[in-house]
């Protein structure tokens, strides 16, 4: 078949309802990173996932993807109205329930979706089109040749028109059938490349948009968890259990595996027995760790580099602190459990490992159990992870309730998934104006991958002691690239320390080793005469990566006079088939970082950025600079000021008020996005894209503002205070440990 042709599918049912089949030919020598690999796991089952057109003219499709705030509802309503020329609001996008039947196609993350279903959901589309003209042909008996469709409506050259919905139970098929189509080509897209406003959005500023806590099932009432003084410890006995049990509105004080659960009439109610509760907790598996304890362990961990060179090299160790990964809307589910069945609804990353995950819990065929995703409020890497959901089952059955279970902010900084600590240590040798070889450790706490690739087969093996170690590893080496010319490239990753709740955070480790590759990087070109965005001209492989870093370069005015303090810096990284770069200029004069910030943290201020990304097609231009533009907003914070801080087994930060992300005050007044023209027939990965360069691109513009090469991250790391403030709760405060933390 030509190259936009493929196979689809027409499937049985009283209204036309359509599929895509594709066929990957390419073997192992082919697939070279993380998405690609996904993207492979997923085609085989590309076919389940079906396009329904309604009597109404409507279009509906199940995305077995999570929304949660990436825009992919958007983008996926988009390709759908492209293909089958239909305006962007006739499309409704839901979000699938667990389907285990999906294997690996149900994952959302590594910037994949956009990639995988791009063809499949436009073949599926393609496949209705076709089948809408072909029963308006046999219905009027002229030439399918003959008719056009435009805006929902087809027409034919005698006058007559008739919309898609009035034709979609004659287009319809008893049995499944198999149909060849084209793919509209890209010179004729008009959806497609175009910017286009969320469909959501209107929604999500007035309130109407649908999360977990704001589902209406039936007696499923508020419940929290009163969760341990350190990570990971256990519940024991309950000093004042029937006192809490008495207390207004609780129905329900019951400890669970996590801790002791508690359900009211009110969150308000959950939170004043949770601090009531008295409970004698069983010490974590972390418990009396530091920081320092943690890098004595990174140090004993690390690899070491090869032999030392003969010939000139610059070097350079650098340390990334603990980040959490607690997202807007924290962790919650609502769960129904009764003897013979589950229900459960959650923003779900990996729905499919969940539903089984739980259905195990449970004691109950995984038939038995209903998952629901629900769209979700910021994610990037957290809900891959499920711990509501498994804690709400688990509290439901045993109080044979339904339950609405939410974290409490400090549970999702104390208890919660964390980017983990890691070392980077970088050499690059060169001799006059070659380099020889790169060679870079990365040495982190262990990431959980127990999500797999998405079911449970994968999930187990993951969880494995050797398992564990083989998915970082692939993780790790898939989700790298080697962008410059840097002769003979080792990159290596070890990993040590279990015990911690860590997972991806806007991706798994590329944010930390970009940083450290690009500070060593400037400092090569400092050792070779050639200034930050010469010497990586100079040794980018290829003239796409160049266009990006000239186009930030001119847009941001490289080289222009600054005040002494203040500097730009550059940055490149490339991911998942898209290249960006980054400029930024940092003020790092006294008055800029002595400035008094009321509840917060003063220090260097980002005053312009300037960011440019190439993916390929991108489908919604619109929905990709914002995604670059909180992109930037990560890498400024994990660059500044946005860590956590390990003491005895628990971190300090309990909420935002004291876990300083990036804040109006930190935020640049200058900001543009360049989304580059890209003459590609295929989108590339955006969502984990604008970390990397930005925060590598702010800790480069540091260096030359100070001085000073920056090895701790955040810079400011060691410098926040947490004396206590009306808004800033002491530890033993925090609703998350109780009443008996001394």
């Known amino acids: 078949m030509k190259r936009r042709r493929f196979l689809g599918y027409v499937l049985a049912g009283p209204v036309l309802v359509t599929a895509a089949s594709t066929r990957a030919d390419a073997d192992i020598t082919d697939i070279l990173d993380l998405n690609d690999i996904m993207t492979a796991a997923a085609l085989p089952t590309s076919g389940l996932i079906a396009v329904e057109v309604n009597a109404d003219g409507t279009v509906s499709f199940a995305l077995p993807r999570a929304e949660v705030g990436q825009g992919i509802t958007t983008s996926t309503a988009m390709l759908i109205a492209e293909e089958l020329s239909i305006p962007v609001r006739r499309v409704r ?149 029937a006192e809490v049990r008495a207390m207004p509105g609780v129905t329900d004080v019951v400890p669970i595996s996590t801790g002791v659960a508690v359900r009211a009439d009110t969150f308000g109610q959950c939170i004043d027995a949770v601090r009531a509760l008295r409970v004698a907790w069983q010490p974590g598996p972390v418990d009396g760790k530091s920081e320092q304890t943690v890098l004595k362990e990174l140090a004993a961990a690390e690899l070491p580099l090869g032999p030392r ?72 890497g957290r809900k891959l992870f499920f711990d509501a959901a498994l804690e709400a089952a688990e509290l439901s059955r045993k109080i044979g309730k339904p339950v609405r279970l939410m974290w409490h902010r400090a549970d999702d900084s104390r208890q919660g998934r964390t980017h983990p600590m890691a070392t980077s240590r970088v050499r690059i040798a060169y001799a006059g104006d070659l380099v020889l070889g790169f060679e870079q450790r990365h040495t982190s706490v262990t990431t959980d991958l127990g999500h797999g690739l998405g079911e449970l087969l994968t999930a187990m093996a993951a969880r494995l002691p050797i398992g564990d170690q083989a998915f970082a590893q692939t993780f790790f080496q898939f989700s790298h690239t080697s962008p410059y010319r840097f002769g003979i490239h080792s990159r290596l990753l070890a990993e040590t320390g279990k015990g911690f709740n860590t997972g991806s955070m806007r991706n798994v480790y590329s944010p930390d080793t970009t940083c450290a590759r690009e500070l060593m990087v400037d400092q090569l070109g400092l050792r070779m005469g050639k200034d930050p965005l010469r010497v990586r001209r100079d040794f980018l492989r290829d003239d796409r990566a160049r266009a990006v870093l000239t186009a930030v370069a001119e847009a941001g005015q490289w080289g222009r006079a600054l005040p002494a303090g ?177």
């Not at 200029?585 to 300037?610: F, L, Q, S």
């Open 309 to 380: 060179p003969l010939t000139p090299f610059v070097e350079g160790r650098f340390t990334f602190h603990f980040r959490s990964n607690s997202a807007l809307e924290t962790n919650c589910a609502v769960a129904d459990v009764r003897a013979d069945r589950a229900e459960i609804w959650s923003a779900l990353k990996s729905p499919i490992v969940a539903k089984q995950a739980i259905a195990a819990k449970l004691g109950l065929l995984p038939d038995r159990v209903t998952v629901h995703v629900t769209e979700g409020g910021g994610s990037f």
């Open 566 to 742: 203040v500097a730009q810096g550059i940055a490149f990284h490339a991911e998942y088939k898209a290249v960006s770069a980054c400029l930024v200029e940092i003020d790092c004069r006294p008055a800029t970082v002595n400035r008094p910030i009321r509840d917060g943290v003063g220090g260097p201020r980002v005053t312009k950025a300037v960011f440019a990304v190439d993916v390929g097609l991108a489908v919604n231009p619109r929905g990709l600079e914002a995604q670059m533009m909180g992109g930037v907003m990560d890498g400024i914070a994990l660059a500044l000021t946005s860590s956590l801080h390990l003491q005895d087994g628990h971190f300090l930060e309990a909420s935002w008020d004291n876990y300083f992300y990036t804040r109006q005050w930190n935020t640049p007044p200058d900001l543009r996005i360049i989304v580059m023209p890209s003459s590609s027939d295929e989108p590339g990965g955006a969502g984990e894209l604008g970390v990397a360069a930005s925060m590598a691109a702010v800790a480069c513009a540091y260096a030359r503002a100070t001085g000073t090469l920056p090895t701790v991250f955040p810079i400011n790391h060691g410098t926040l205070s947490f004396t206590p403030k009306p808004t800033i709760p002491p530890v033993p405060e925090s609703p998350s440990t109780g009443g008996t933390v001394a």
């Open 93 to 241: 996008i839901t979000l699938a329930d667990a389907r285990p039947e999906l294997l690996f196609n149900q994952l959302t993350g590594a910037s994949n979706t956009t990639i995988a279903t791009y063809t499949p959901i436009r073949v599926a589309a393609a496949v209705a089109r076709e089948r809408l003209l072909q029963a308006a042909a046999t219905s009027w008996n002229v030439s399918r040749a003959g008719l056009t469709l435009k805006a929902g409506v087809i027409s034919d050259r005698a006058g007559r028109s008739v919309d898609i919905g009035a034709l979609a139970g004659k287009a319809a098929s008893a049995k499944t059938l198999a149909v060849p189509v084209e793919l509209a080509p890209r010179e004729s897209f008009t959806v497609i490349g175009r910017p286009q406003n969320r469909i959501d959005a209107r929604d999500a500023v007035t309130g109407r948009k649908t999360f977990a806590m704001d589902l209406d099932v039936p007696g499923a009432k508020p419940a929290m968890i009163c969760r341990p003084p350190t990570i990971n410890g256990r519940p024991g006995p309950i000093a004042n259990l």
